[in-house]
């Protein structure tokens, strides 16, 4: 089977299915596990590289109400590869390529591929899309074992906190400017680690707010995620807003890599649901390796790893 992920999330779980050599082409953005980034890249984002989280922002609003696309399809390159499965996504706009776009390639092609849209909106449906590509792609005992391994995992976390006697109250900021509040799994990852998500809607989209309501908000912890960001980048994004994100009165602030823990529907969200349970209840839960998170001092400007 030739496949084509469009999707760093599904990239991730279709190497976690032992399905990596059958795996042809993948986003520019696909980055894990190291062989995935090796792969040949069938996308390209318009917009350009080394802009501000504003200008990020700003750049994405006027091609999206403009009815603009954010990335391109390489097409002759898909052509070349014939695939038999083309994974892809409906649920964010900003995050891949257009699935009508995707569709309307897909039916160009002598191959007839099957194209999935994997669209999760909770950890659960996460991982039920592992089942669904499990099972798309005859690898359904490993799904399974996988699946089994991820619940075990996520048991054990809300095991250990179910009688912490205290549920810290959360802010997990996705993107610091304009600042947006987690949607979608994170509030349900935070309930799950033992704490109150202040502003964010299991479920829901992520939404902007403003630095007035997470400090209403009261939280106690905030966990600096931008999507898309590695911890490096996290750190110095958490560090350029760090007298907005001093101004909300936490006790502690973590900036985390946003993009393998949190942003990504994908496996490695339930070692974010790990990495969260830790820093809401550390005497609870084992630390996470190293490289995950940084606790941040926004005084001195300083982000311990």
Not at 20 to 45: K, N
Not at 77 to 100: F, G, K, M, R, W
Not at 136 to 163: M, S, W
Request: one cysteine or more; proline letters at 7%; a negative charge.
């Amino acid at each position: 089977m030739r496949i084509v992920s469009l999707v760093p999330s599904a990239t991730e779980m279709l190497f976690a299915l032992g399905l990596g050599r059958q795996v042809q082409a993948v986003t520019h953005e696909c980055d894990h596990p190291a062989e995935a980034a090796e792969l040949p890249h069938i996308t390209r984002s318009v917009i350009p590289d080394g802009l501000s989280a504003r200008e990020i922002d700003t750049a994405v609003r006027e091609r999206t109400e403009a009815g603009q696309a954010l990335y391109e399809l390489d097409a002759m390159l898909l052509a070349e590869i014939e695939p038999d499965l083309i994974v892809t996504q409906a649920l964010c706009a900003v995050c891949a390529v257009s699935v009508n776009d995707v569709r309307a390639a897909a039916a160009e092609l002598p191959s007839e591929p099957r194209v999935i849209s994997l669209d999760p909106t909770t950890l659960g449906e996460t991982l039920t899309d592992i089942r669904t590509l499990a099972e798309a792609t005859g690898a359904v005992g490993c799904g399974d074992t996988i699946l089994r391994e991820y619940a075990d995992r996520i048991d054990r976390v809300t095991e250990a906190v179910k009688d912490a006697g205290r549920t810290p109250r959360v802010a997990a900021i996705e993107w610091l400017d304009p600042p947006f509040v987690g949607g979608h799994w994170v509030p349900q990852m935070i309930e799950m680690a033992g704490g109150e998500d202040v502003l964010g809607l299991a479920g829901e989209r992520s939404q902007t707010v403003t630095w007035e309501e997470l400090r209403a908000g009261a939280p106690e912890i905030v966990v600096s995620m931008p999507c898309g960001y590695d911890l490096q980048r996290s750190i110095t994004e958490t560090l350029d807003h760090g007298e907005r994100l001093e101004s909300l009165g936490a006790t502690q602030v973590v900036a985390t890599d946003a993009a393998a823990y949190f942003s990504r529907p994908g496996p490695r969200l339930v070692d974010g649901l790990e990495l969260l349970a830790h820093v809401l209840h550390p005497d609870l839960v084992e630390e996470p390796p190293p490289g995950r998170l940084a606790r941040m001092d926004l005084t001195t400007g300083a982000g311990a790893l």
